[in-house]
């Protein structure tokens, strides 16, 4: 069955940065996008990026874009969203999303302080 398992999340102070990795399984990665969402408390999930299943193509909601990076390893599995400049209002719970479906990560905390 599909898996998807995030990691990398914690408490980091504003200007820090943070990496986040979602490992998945039970799908052919390689050949489908994946996304990050995030959720910040009382607020709806908002799409944070997404890559295309060959790395090529991304997206970034504007909130993020010239901060995150999204990428991914189609020999690992594992899509990562590398975060940088982190802001207070990043706080959240992060989702890793295969793309288009209901398969949804555990979430990962990230805080960050200011």
């Known amino acids: 069955q599909v898996q998807l398992e995030e990691s990398g999340g914690g408490l980091v102070q504003a200007g820090g940065s943070l990496r986040l990795s979602c490992a998945a399984s039970?799908?052919?990665?390689?050949?489908?996008?994946m996304s990050w969402y995030r959720q910040a408390p009382t607020k709806e999930r908002e799409l944070v990026a997404t890559i295309a299943s060959t790395g090529g193509t991304t997206y970034y909601a504007s909130a993020v874009k010239g901060r995150f990076t999204i990428s991914r390893d189609n020999t690992k599995n594992t899509v990562y969203l590398q975060m940088n400049s982190l802001k207070p209002e990043d706080t959240a719970v992060y989702y890793c999303?295969?793309?288009?479906?209901?398969?949804w990560g555990q979430g990962t905390q990230v805080t960050v302080s200011s």
């Open positions: 999303r295969k793309w288009g479906t209901d398969y």
């Open positions: 039970g799908f052919t990665f390689r050949s489908y996008t």
